[in-house]
Structures are given as structure tokens and as C-alpha cells.
């Protein structure tokens, strides 16, 4: 998160969002991750309709679509911390079904705030040996 310059703090938080993120930060993102750009743009619940139109008229990601932008790399950035920045490893562990999540892999099951939450909730239940 803080390679993004995107803050942990909700306040900080709250305030980025407010101001929207520009159309180039999922380019950030995918650079800074080292993931494939498919797996960024599931996590973070943009299809791709959404995504090449919002690259053609440079339009900010605002609203709801900032805050999916926002929780998915929370995920992303979680999921490397677990790999210890591995992207290779992160990316399977993203994209394969997890029983913890009904047999959805985590990229699919993030495809909403609620769903990345869950995925960060999982997330740190394996990083601290919790198994519920």
C-alpha cells in the first residue's frame, strides 16, 4: 500500500477516496504487484467494459468503483505480504479455489467489497494459523 501512497489510516483513507483515483492507477497497481493485469482487475471487481472505457475517456475511478479499487489492493497487498512478495506464488494462491471460500478461487470471490473482506479475513487467518 504504501508504494501506491494509498493510506492505512481511515481518515486518510476516506479522503483519498473522496478525491477519486486517476484512470492510470490500475497500471500502478499491476506494476507495483508484479501481477498479471487479469488477476488485478478480478480482485478489484472491474470488468473490462468498465476498465477500457474509463481508459479511453480518462474519467477517474470515483464512488463505489474507488472503493473497490482501494479494498482490492488491500487484498493484493495482503496476498504478496503472505507470499513474502512472491508474485508467482500470490498470483496461484489468488487464482485457485479455496474450501474456506465454497471452492471460489480468492480473485473471483473479491469481486465485491464484502468478498474482499472475507478474502482478507482468510487472509489472516492462514498468516496467524487460524483454522475455523
Known sequence: MATLSLSSDPISASMQLEQGFDTSFLDLIVKNSKLAQATVVKVVGI??????????????????????????????????????????KTEQ????????????????????????????????RIKHGVMS
Open 47 to 88: 470488468d473490462r467494459a468498465t476498465l477500457s472505457r474509463h481508459k479511453k475517456s480518462h474519467s477517474k475511478w470515483q464512488g463505489t468503483t474507488a472503493t473497490k479499487i482501494y479494498n482490492g489492493a488491500r487484498v493484493l497487498d495482503a496476498a504478496l505480504d503472505l507470499f513474502n512478495q512472491d508474485p508467482q
Open 93 to 124: 494462491w489468488l487464482n485457485t479455489p479455496a474450501i474456506a471460500l465454497g471452492n471460489v478461487s480468492p480473485s473471483d470471490y473479491a469481486k465485491n467489497p464484502l468478498g474482499q473482506e472475507a478474502v482478507l479475513d482468510l487472509i489472516g
